[in-house]
């Protein structure tokens, strides 16, 4: 028997698993007034069994033709450039904020002590990314029925310090997008949509998540897709994809694939910063950052008091 042969066998028993021990399941008719309906879970047949037991044969474990297939499929279901897998709906945020604070964005970075406006009532890791990098948080309250923002309060949260509003389509609806990005035209601010709610979602015919600068999504079991734990991050901005892949892998500049060597061409005759000429590329990190540039516990402590105010504030005006 050959491996092939095998492993037709194995998937084709799996099939057979799957219709003995999880097929009745999915087969139950649904009776109005005494089916349970779940607000989220698992939603899964024998193909999606088989894929599992296929991509475990085949013991790559990491990032790999699947993740490939998956990225560029969401890209095209979502109508956006780029979508990048992670391993979480909140290391997606994480890597969503990140990407902002790239000095290669210039006078846009967002540094330490700049505002980021978001709501006073959400998801915590929409906000731990820029509580975690000593960024401000500026709380705007949400509107009662749809707990999402309140964007009449935008202009109020407003400083001149404000560089992103970042804000999540609480439980699938989709806040003000029209009012938010007027918003953030206007003052000239990023744009970070949490999606994680809300894949498939639309407002005004578009996808929520493609209306910002970066829209992310969470793939954990209770949300629309899932592949157990496993997030993603999509933008349009070729810029905004380069930092977030060089910050997702590592800080490298170099985007090789795996295993692949000198996409770029010029992988021994460039000067990168103070580094000598011909430094290889696969070995410059240009989004790695010393531990002296991480804020001290006393700025930090300052932020937070400065949020409180900020937020106080706008909750008065
Ligand atoms: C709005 C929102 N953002 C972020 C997350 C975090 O996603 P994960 O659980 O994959 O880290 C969730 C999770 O439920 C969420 O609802």
Redesign the pocket.
Known sequence: MTADDLKKEILEKTAEYFRLVHGAKTAEPFTPGKSRVNYAGRVFDEREMQNLVDASLEFWLTYGHWSRDFEKGLAAYLGVRFALLVN??????LLAFMTLTSPLLGERQVKRGDEVITVAA??P??IAPTVQYGAVPVFVDVELGTANIDASQLEAAWSPKTKAVML?H?LGNPFNVKAVKAFCEKHNLWLIE?N??ALGSKYDGRFTGTWGDIG?S???P??HMTMG???AVYTDNPLLKKIALSIRDWGRDCWCESGVDNTCGCRFTKQFGTLPVGYDHKYVYSHFRRRSDAPSLRSFRRSWKSARRTSRDSMKG
């Open positions: 979480s709906g909140s290391s997606a945020n959400g998801f890791t929409t999540a609480t949490d994680c709610d992310t969470s793939f954990y209770p949300h734990e496993g997030g």
